[in-house]
Nanobody, 115 residues
Framework: QVRLVESGGGLVQPGGSLRLSCAAS????????MEWYRQAPGKEYELVAD????????NYADSVKGRFTVSRDNDKNMVYLQMNNLKPEDTAVYYC????????RGQGTQVTVSS
């Protein structure tokens, strides 16, 4: 079955960096566009970044442009989110998601940016 497992979250000070990873299994990973979303308390579920199946094109929310980088390794069935210059407003649970019918997402990983 489809499985997405995020890791790499944690507590970091403002200005710090984290690298999130998502291990995918149960489907032809290199055939799917992949997405990173986040959910902060009291806020909407937000698309943070996405990457095409081959990794040739990426898109970012305006709030993270220039600070976050999404990438993937199709040989390892992994997708990554490198987050630099983190801000308190980046605090959220981050989810890896495979779009489609149905769509799938992992259990999420908590990122807390605080001094």
């Amino acid at each position: 079955q489809v499985r997405l497992v995020e890791s790499g979250g944690g507590l970091v000070q403002p200005g710090g960096s984290l690298r999130l990873s998502c291990a995918a299994s149960g489907f032809p990973f290199d055939a799917y566009h992949m997405e990173w979303y986040r959910q902060a308390p009291g806020k909407e579920y937000e698309l943070v970044a996405d990457i095409t199946a081959a990794g040739s094109s990426t898109n970012y929310a305006d709030s993270v442009k220039g600070r976050f980088t999404v990438s993937r390794d199709n040989d390892k069935n992994m997708v990554y989110l490198q987050m630099n210059n983190l801000k308190p407003e980046d605090t959220a649970v981050y989810y890896c998601q495979r779009p489609g019918w149905p769509e799938y997402r992992g259990q999420g990983t908590q990122v807390t940016v605080s001094s």
